[in-house]
């Protein structure tokens, strides 16, 4: 019998919490009113909860548990330890009344919109455990009174917070485990912090003002598995203690001021996954701890003064997954081991002084599926796209500023039939645009600008359904534009690949030289046809039309002939239509006005005639979007006469659509009138409008 009864206390132990928590119990009095104090310091009412309920504990993004240890007493409320209101937009100042929260264990307000700097009252919860405030509009300084003993998560991110950080936290958060501060206005040198914080095992500071050197506290931590310091100000060497964080799991530094030589400590960093220290000024060579690494699979140094030749032991580096090496001073060839990396997927060695041909080896890169070359010094591009060809998994391909002056290659035996991205552009290569692209049946983005290719644009990008984005601009193609191009289905319905190598990196130009490049991913690319600077004639075709969700439509530089479309205006996405220094005639369609999102536009330098269209976009848009037309005239300084307005010669045109509402040269109306007076003066002189009576009178002579 004893047995029995212990075993049913011990079951009624266990399950007590759970079941006085489904009971019908008040929340705590001095909880209700700390969220009421809350409740009363927002601009507008939270759903679910009311002033009339004494029951906080069934308010929305309330949760609440027994007190521990239970109270003697048979009669006890039940205690908040949870305020989740993530994204529910608050505004207003934070109650003074929180500080009452003792037993509060979880504070979750992100994701809102508070406008008040914060209180000091919420930083003295002896029980808080949770602390969440991120992604609000919260100003001010972190108070330097902070009693938060039983902290452990500490997230104040997406803020407008600024000043000092305090270093002090840890003095009472002794079990802090992780301390997010990021994107904020924080200025000054990042703190030493006291050695009590020996449980922080995530600190996040990136995307502040920080400057000045990192504290030597800072290497002192046991379990920091996780450091983001990236884009600050943050100066000075990466030394040698840096080794002494063997727990680390991730390093972002990047975006900083660093300089000298990396350490050669990696060897103590046995759990190192992911090392970005891009954009610093880290010199010398890579260490060779690093070089070997088996644990490392991200690593990014890009953009930083390292020098020598590339060597990386991918014998060991068992692990790699992304590399980034851009943007540096490395030099020699491009080296044949890479293709030891067996899980090697992104590969960016971009502006090195590199030379030479692709390493035969890449063949055997079965998992690479980013590839960027930009400037590297590669000659050989017929070999190259017959060694990458074996890259099944290849997705995008950047060859910009290499192989000079070169032939693109025409064998239509070529394959990529993965690839979405491919951009050869700047390199000067002489010949057609190749065939084999035909078979680039995922191709998204294709970019063969500042070349010198000739002959005619070949039909086969109607083909092409996924492809939303077209550079051929800069080269000597002539002809006229295919009708393949009014078919881009990617264009019409938007159905773009859901491939996962759309969100990689890759370089692209950004001026009209084709010179400059930044990293963007491809899906922020708004969806374009450019073919400026060519040798194009012809019309513009009527079915450009079609393609409906076209951003960007650039064919300035051209020699097209013949009429501006009123059909342009279905392209009801359009933010840029460049159609200057062509040879176009007639006027500009009034229903371009339609355009609501159109923010550049120009006709410059045509043979236009006519009233330049009022109303929409057009009242945006300075007189240089439509000089060089001598006929052309509109507000603001470029007055019509009275003769301009009447004259349809000017003011409609004679094209197709518009050829109607002309007769012999006249207006509408007036030309209408001459015409039927012409009409019934000759009908008389021919005798139709006699009758017939009165006809034959006349013909027999009156008999």
């Not at 808080?128 to 902290?151: A, K, R």
Request: aromatic share 8%; with cysteine.
């Amino acid at each position: 019998m004893l047995t029995i009864l212990v075993v049913v206390a011990f079951l009624g132990s266990c399950f007590l919490a759970p079941y006085t928590s489904s009971l019908n119990l008040p929340c705590d009095s001095d909880d209700l009113r700390a969220l009421e104090g809350f409740l009363e310091g927002l601009e507008y009412q939270i759903d679910g909860w009311s002033k009339n309920s004494s029951d906080c504990c069934s308010w929305e993004g309330v949760s609440c548990e027994s007190p521990t240890p239970v109270r003697d007493d048979a009669s006890f409320s039940l205690r908040v330890v949870s305020i989740v209101l993530g994204n529910k937009r608050l505004q207003g100042t934070l109650s003074k009344s929180l500080a009452g929260l003792i037993q509060l264990r979880t504070l979750n307000l992100s994701h809102n919109y508070f406008r008040s700097s914060l209180p000091i009252e919420l930083f003295q919860l002896e029980n808080l455990e949770v602390l969440d405030l991120s992604s609000n509009g919260l100003s001010g300084v972190l108070p330097m009174e902070i009693n938060l003993p039983s902290l452990r998560y500490l997230d104040m991110s997406r803020n407008l917070l600024n000043g000092l950080i305090n270093g002090g936290i840890c003095e009472t958060a002794k079990g802090l485990q992780v301390l997010d501060l990021s994107m904020n206005y924080f200025t000054g040198e990042i703190p030493a912090p006291s050695g009590n914080c020996r449980l922080l095992e995530n600190l996040s500071l990136s995307s502040n003002l920080l400057a000045g050197n990192l504290p030597e506290d800072l290497f002192r931590f046991p379990r920091l598995s996780h450091l983001n310091l990236q884009n600050n100000n943050i100066s000075g060497p990466l030394g040698l203690d840096f080794g002494n964080l063997s727990t680390l799991i991730k390093v972002d530094i990047s975006r900083n001021g660093f300089s000298g030589i990396l350490p050669d400590v990696f060897q103590n960093l046995r759990k190192l996954e992911q090392f970005y220290a891009g954009s610093n000024r880290f010199t010398g060579q890579l260490p060779a701890s690093l070089s070997n690494s088996p644990t490392i699979s991200g690593l990014n140094l890009s953009n930083n003064s390292l020098n020598g030749q590339i060597v990386l032991n991918c014998s060991a580096m068992v692990g790699l997954i992304n590399l980034g090496l851009s943007s540096n001073r490395f030099n020699g060839p491009i080296p044949d081991n890479l293709a030891n990396c067996p899980r090697l997927r992104s590969l960016d060695l971009a502006q090195n002084k590199l030379c030479g041909q692709l390493p035969d080896s890449f063949k055997n890169l079965k998992s690479l599926s980013h590839l960027t070359l930009y400037k590297t010094g590669l000659h050989n591009l017929s070999a190259a796209l017959e060694i990458l060809q074996h890259c099944r998994n290849l997705t995008i391909l950047v060859l910009t500023s290499n192989f000079h002056n070169e032939a693109i290659p025409v064998d239509f035996n070529l394959q990529f039939n993965k690839l979405n991205t491919l951009v050869i552009a700047n390199c000067q290569l002489i010949g057609s645009v190749p065939a084999w692209l035909s078979g680039c049946t995922k191709l998204q983005l294709l970019d063969l600008s500042w070349n010198r290719l000739s002959g005619k644009i070949p039909d086969l990008f109607g083909k092409l359904k996924f492809l939303f984005y077209l550079d051929l601009s800069n080269n000597s193609l002539s002809g006229e534009i295919p009708t393949g191009l009014t078919k881009l289905q990617s264009l019409i319905f938007r159905n773009l690949s859901s491939d996962s190598s759309q969100d990689l990196l890759f370089c692209f130009k950004i001026n009209q030289t084709g010179l400059g490049l930044r990293y963007n991913q491809i899906w922020s690319f708004p969806p374009s046809l450019y073919l400026s600077s060519n040798l194009l004639t012809g019309p513009i075709l009527p079915e450009l039309g079609n393609l409906k969700l076209l951003h960007v439509l650039d064919l300035k530089n051209n020699s097209l002939s013949g009429y501006i479309p009123s059909t342009l205006s279905e392209m009801t996405n359009l933010e840029t239509l460049d159609l200057s220094h062509n040879n176009l005639s007639g006027t500009i369609p009034p229903s371009l006005t339609f355009l609501s999102f159109l923010s550049k536009f120009s006709v410059a330098f045509n043979q236009l005639s006519g009233v330049i269209p009022s109303g929409g976009q057009f009242l945006t848009f300075p007189d240089s979007s439509f000089e060089g037309n001598k006929g052309l005239c509109g507000p603001p300084s470029l007055p019509c006469s009275s003769a301009s307005r009447e004259d349809p010669t000017i003011t409609l045109g004679k094209s197709p659509e518009g050829a109607w509402e002309s007769i012999m040269g006249l207006p509408f109306g007036f030309g209408a009138i001459v015409g039927f007076i012409t009409v019934v003066a000759i009908s008389f002189m021919c005798g139709w409008l006699l009758p017939q009576a009165e006809r034959r009178t006349r013909k027999t002579g009156g008999n």
